[in-house]
């Protein structure tokens, strides 16, 4: 079992940066991928950003790439994922997630423990 717990949610203006972060406890001695997700209210789950075990390979959806970065910090058994440049349609829930494996995916269905989520809205 891995627990993921995310922060760094919040209210911003249009342009701005936040820093979310997901903590993983747990069995964080295996070797896992992260993903972050989003969801905004009426639409499915969408994929936002992927990084592998070593941080060595990370992966963009389109619509963030050039604005979000994502890493990671072993030594703490965290992730983050730095948003800059944020526009409005950025407004979601956004969730991380362990895979399956220590490589990058983009499906949910790759992921198995995901965290309950932060609130990310972003006024015009």
């Known amino acids: 079992q891995v627990q993921l717990v995310e922060s760094g949610g919040g209210l911003v203006q249009a342009g701005g940066s936040l820093r979310l972060s997901c903590a993983a406890s747990g069995r964080t001695g295996v070797r896992y991928a992260v993903g972050w997700f989003r969801q905004a209210p009426g639409k499915e789950r969408e994929f936002v950003a992927t990084?592998?075990?070593?941080?060595?390979?990370?992966y963009y959806a389109e619509s963030v790439k050039g604005r979000v970065t994502i890493s990671r910090d072993n030594a703490k058994n965290t992730v983050y994922l730095q948003m800059n440049s944020l526009k409005p349609e950025d407004t979601a829930v956004y969730y991380c997630?362990?895979?399956?494996?220590?490589?990058?995916?983009?499906?949910?269905?790759?992921?198995?423990?995901w965290g309950q989520g932060t609130q990310v809205t972003v006024s015009s």
């Open positions: 990084i592998d075990w070593s941080g060595g390979n990370t």
């Open positions: 997630a362990t895979a399956t494996s220590g490589r990058i995916a983009i499906l949910p269905s790759a992921y198995g423990f």
